[in-house]
């Protein structure tokens, strides 16, 4: 049975809103692992029961579905006029453990907050969110997750007529940075300060006896944020929009729009054709993260002093680094991070970026090589091998001083993926979906679903791209 705290509790901070699901919805994909963890009745995915019930109005999924109202710095400009324009929040699912899970369906027609759009949402951008989300989160990047995907033979205008589709996505809660801005931006303080409540008595309950609640929430918001940034740093993850509006307060990856995983490592790529100045580069996500916090950190200025506010966000950068550096040690096979480790990461990444290599297939390899030979399969990969030759000694040596080699092998393999969700078999998989065929879409996600396993290795899904494969990516959704 699904529950509405945030419906009901905050019912000043929502509109009711009915589904509007597309003519001839059909479910294409569940993820019944997920559907498991979060105790959903088995029902709903029988013979598409899940399509009538978001559809009638009286059912336990659509009765108390809502549009949340948010803002958001979109590219570093204040925008009060954002909210859930083509989502509803339907309530929330408890797990097992008893922790709150809100279902959020996707692509559900207008709201109050739709603007100019049309309330929908593509295949192309959907079935990139489910896969992407599933990906990052079986990584061990903390990730919104994909619960079921609808498709319609109705069309949607784009650049292109493309199809529609839907999708239930699951996450802790969906309230955005955003959130709090825009009730602080507006001076709306009953309303800010209610939103505070709710956030400390369902999501950060821990922290409701701390001596500030406020200061300490906005810590955990920080150290979270640090974390997930880490993770995106040291795996490839460009997520592309890194609006405020698109940061969850959960330190989770949210609102999957044009992203993409590095192939060749390039540090300051842009995927998203919408940021000709790349802001949101690759290698300007640690900063504009902390951007994002310093917005957030403005509507703590009720309940924390400057001097609160401001040690809390100096946390952010050496916690990201220290969390950088300690999984860069784990993808290396290294132990604690140290002088000569850390000088033999920075030549690593210095050799994988002059020479572009692909950043996740390098990895791998490296975690297939045996350090206790002086002669590396890894020096072909690389035109500089004089370079390459002087880093590897320095490195075979630190592995061999550094514990058991057999045990950091595994470690690496562990930590060091076959697959990722790569642009250009999202764009293949997508491709298939849209004349009906989910069958490379499943076969997909299962591979993303067990990324470390040595069966895809030499396989379709461990694949960089070619010339003939690499794809760009339309940033409409
Ligand atoms: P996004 O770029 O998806 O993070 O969305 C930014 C804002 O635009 C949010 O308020 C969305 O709800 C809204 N939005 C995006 N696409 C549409 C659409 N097709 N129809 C209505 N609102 C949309
Ligand atoms: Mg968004």
Redesign the pocket.
Known sequence: MLTSHYARELAQLVTPVAPDIPRDARLRLVNHALADELQLPGHWWQTDNITGLLCSPVSELSRHAVAQKYGGHQFGQWNPM??????VLLGEATSASGKLHDLHLKGAG?TP???Q?????VLRSTLREYIGSEALHHLGIPSSRALCLFDSPQTVLRETAETAALMIRTAPSHIRFGHFEYYYNTGDTPALNALFDFVLTYHFSELKEAPNPHQALLKAITLRTARMIALWQAYGYVHG?M?T??MSIHGITF?Y?PYAMLDNFVSNSVFNHSDPHGRYAFDQQPGVALWNLNALARAFSGHCTVDEIKAVLQMYEPTFMAQYQQIMMQRLGLDTPGEQTLSVLNSFMRMVADEQRDYTATLRKLSHADPTLSHSPLRDEFIDRESFDTWWQQYRALRQTQGDILSSQQQMLNTNPVVIPRTHYLQQVIDEARQGDYTSAKALIEAVSNPFSAKWENTRWAMPPTDDTQVSLSCS?
């Open positions: 954002l909210g859930d324009g083509r989502g207008m907050y739709s603007r759009g049309d309330g929908r949402a929009v609006n509006d698109n609102d729009g959704s």
